[in-house]
């Protein structure tokens, strides 16, 4: 079955950087857009970024372009959000999450992993 | 950026009774709205998408419709694990949005 594991999570200080890992397992890996989406008790769901089955398209949130990249190795079946310059608004559960269309991007999310939290406190 | 907004945010409901959940859209998004369930502690799950397709495994008790920007969640007959926040998403347009969650309480 399909199963998504997000690691890195932890508690860091503001303008320092983390790395999110998600590894994938039980489907193809390489054929799926893959999104990062955040969540705050504030300010719900939120979503952060995509990267296409083949890296040929990334977008970001503007609350983190410039200061947030998403990047994957298809050959290791993982996904990673690389954090950096981070703000207390940042704190919050991260998930990656599958697009459900193989081959395309922008839909839905049928599977989701169980989340990493990132805090960013002095 | 397409405001999401749902209404009510607490909808508290017997079980066995019919519950109905509003989103409205900022500006038109299609068809291309979906619905999620959040329980405490667990990722959010796909039930709904092009407003009205559910997903293999969600029960025949959910259903969407659309009239405009005003789309419409309904659960036939809760159940006791229905309770729980439900969120509405557009994917009409970058960014990806969400609305606020309406969280299905037992009465």
């Known amino acids: 079955q399909v199963q998504l594991v997000e690691s890195g999570g932890g508690v860091v200080q503001p303008g320092r950087s983390l790395r999110l890992s998600c590894a994938a397992s039980?489907?193809?890996?390489?054929?799926?857009?893959m999104y990062w989406v955040r969540q705050t008790p504030g300010k719900g769901l939120e979503w952060v970024a995509v990267?296409?089955?083949?890296?040929?398209?990334?977008y970001y949130a503007d609350s983190v372009k410039g200061r947030f990249t998403v990047s994957r190795d298809n050959s290791k079946n993982t996904l990673y959000l690389q954090l950096n310059s981070l703000r207390t608004e940042d704190t919050a559960v991260y998930y990656c999450?599958?697009?459900?269309?193989?081959?395309?991007?922008?839909?839905?999310?049928?599977?989701w992993g169980q989340g990493t939290l990132v805090t960013v406190s002095s | 950026e397409i405001v999401m907004t749902q209404s009510p945010v607490t909808l508290s409901v017997s079980p066995g009774e019919r519950a109905t959940l509003s989103c409205r859209a900022s500006?038109?998004?299609?068809?291309?709205l979906a619905w999620y369930q959040q329980k405490p502690g667990q990722a959010p799950r796909l039930l709904i998408y092009?407003?009205?397709t559910r997903t293999t495994g969600s029960p025949a008790r959910f259903s969407g419709s659309r009239s405009g920007t005003d789309f419409t969640f309904t659960i036939s007959s809760l159940q006791s694990e229905d309770f729980a926040v439900y969120y509405c998403?557009?994917?009409?347009?970058?960014?990806?949005?969400f609305g606020g969650g309406t969280k299905v309480e037992i009465k």
């Open positions: 092009y407003t009205s």
């Open positions: 500006q038109s998004v299609g068809s291309n």
């Open positions: 998403q557009q994917y009409n347009e970058w960014p990806l949005t």
């Open positions: 990267i296409t089955y083949d890296e040929s398209v990334k």
């Open positions: 039980g489907f193809t890996f390489n054929n799926y857009a």
């Open positions: 999450a599958r697009d459900r269309d193989r081959y395309q991007y922008g839909y839905p999310c049928d599977h």
